[in-house]
C-alpha cells in the first residue's frame, strides 16, 4: 500500500470518490473534479493506493491565533479493505505531516456510531475531548 498526496485530480480520483463518498455519507453529494482539485489546492488530500485508490483522506493545516493547528476530515476507506491498515496508514502520514509542519496538535471528529474508526483513533493516541460540538446549518 502507498499513500500519497494528490496533486492533480484525475478521472481515477473522480471515480474512486464517486464510489467512496456513500460509503461515509448517504446523504453528502459527491464532490466534482473542480472541487477536489481546490480541495487538493488548500489541503492535503491523501489516497491510499493498493494498487487501486482504497481509501482517502483531508488534513487542513491552518493559523489560529493560539497557534498552528491541523484537523482531519473525511477518512473514508472502502469497505472490501477495512481492518486491513488502510485507515491506519492515512492517519499516521497525516500526522507526520501535520508535525512536519509544525501544528501543535492534530484535531479530529467521529461519529460514535463508527466503532472501529473510533478504536482507531485512540489506539493511535489520540484523546477524547470534553467539549460541545456545535452545527450551525445554513441550508
Known sequence: MEIQRVI???P?????????????????????????????RTAH???ARDPAIVGVLTLHLYRIPTGFSARIDDVIVDTVVRGRGVGEALTREAIERARTAGAKAVN????????AANRLYQRLGFERRDTNVYVYKLR
Open 8 to 10: 492533480t485530480v484525475d
Open 12 to 40: 481515477e480520483l473522480v471515480d474512486a470518490f464517486a464510489r467512496l463518498m456513500p460509503q461515509l455519507s448517504e446523504t453528502a453529494r459527491v464532490p466534482t473534479a473542480d472541487e477536489l482539485a481546490e480541495i487538493a
Open 45 to 47: 488530500l491523501l489516497v
Open 108 to 115: 479530529l471528529t467521529s461519529h460514535p456510531r463508527r466503532e
